[in-house]
Antibody, heavy 119, light 114 residues
Framework: QITLKESGPTLVKPTQTLTLTCTFSGFSLSTSGVGVGWIRQPPGKALEWLALIYWDDDKRYSPSLKSRLTITKDTSKNQVVLTMTNMDPVDTATYYC???????????WGQGTLVTVSS | DIVMTQSPDSLAVSLGERATINCKSSQSVLYSSNNKNYLAWYQQKPGQPPKLLIYWASTRESGVPDRFSGSGSGTDFTLTISSLQAEDVAVYYCQQYYSTLFLTFGGGTKVEIK
């Protein structure tokens, strides 16, 4: 059974850097074809894909946020870390991590973590 | 980027009736070499993360009730709930994975009971 859980701060100030960790079980990021993605959802709004990382360290970023995002993996710890710089109140959202394969759909998802950006 | 447009934004359907949700992509998500449509559907209930319902536009994920079906090809897709149940109240999203350089979701369709 695959599970994922997001962790990180619930409140960050504008201009600060957000660091989120996805800790997973039930699969290995050293297995060919496997990846982890990050998706966010502002309150009451739609889903927005942010970034993903594959088993071979191939990294993909949303073009609109690429300059602010960094995704890394620690295979030994079964963790994926997302950092987002220069946070703004519009970045207030629930941030999800999810398992993905080379096929391209997300399944399953973590429960999500709500991050509020406010001074 | 491939823009995914869903319609309607919301719909109210009586219990036992059919619900139809549309998803249109700004360019084809049909990969000619394998004749597969790179489109998935998700269900998100209040306070929960999205759950995968359908992939390859029409393949139901294991455990998903057969009242859910996906159809369409190229740029136009449909998610149909053949007989709406109370537990189907949710927001439904489509997602294209044709472009893995830029994965995109539709804006969501909220399904309620009339």
């Amino acid at each position: 059974q695959i599970t994922l859980k997001e962790s990180g701060p619930t409140l960050v100030k504008p201009t600060q850097t957000l660091t989120l960790t996805c800790t997973f079980s039930g699969f290995s990021l050293s297995t060919s074809g496997v990846g982890v993605g990050w998706i966010r959802q502002p309150p009451g709004k739609a889903l927005e894909w942010l970034a993903l990382i594959y088993w071979d360290d191939d990294k993909r970023y949303s073009p609109s946020l690429k300059s602010r995002l960094t995704i890394t993996k620690d295979t030994s710890k079964n963790q994926v870390v997302l950092t987002m710089t220069n946070m703004d109140p519009v970045d207030t959202a629930t941030y999800y991590c999810a398992h993905i394969t080379f096929r391209g759909w997300f399944d399953p998802w973590g429960q999500g973590t709500l991050v509020t950006v406010s001074s | 980027d491939i823009v995914m447009t869903q319609s309607p934004d919301s719909l109210a359907v009586s219990l036992g009736e059919r619900a139809t949700i549309n998803c249109k992509s700004s360019q084809s998500v049909l990969y000619s070499s394998n004749n597969k449509n790179y489109l998935a559907w998700y269900q998100q209930k209040p306070g929960q993360p999205p759950k995968l319902l359908i992939y390859w536009a029409s393949t139901r994920e294991s455990g998903v009730p057969d009242r859910f079906s996906g159809s369409g090809s190229g740029t136009d897709f449909t998610l149909t709930i053949s007989s709406l149940q109370a537990e189907d109240v949710a927001v439904y999203y489509c997602q294209q994975y044709y472009s893995t350089l830029f994965l995109t979701f539709g804006g969501g369709t909220k399904v309620e009971i009339k």
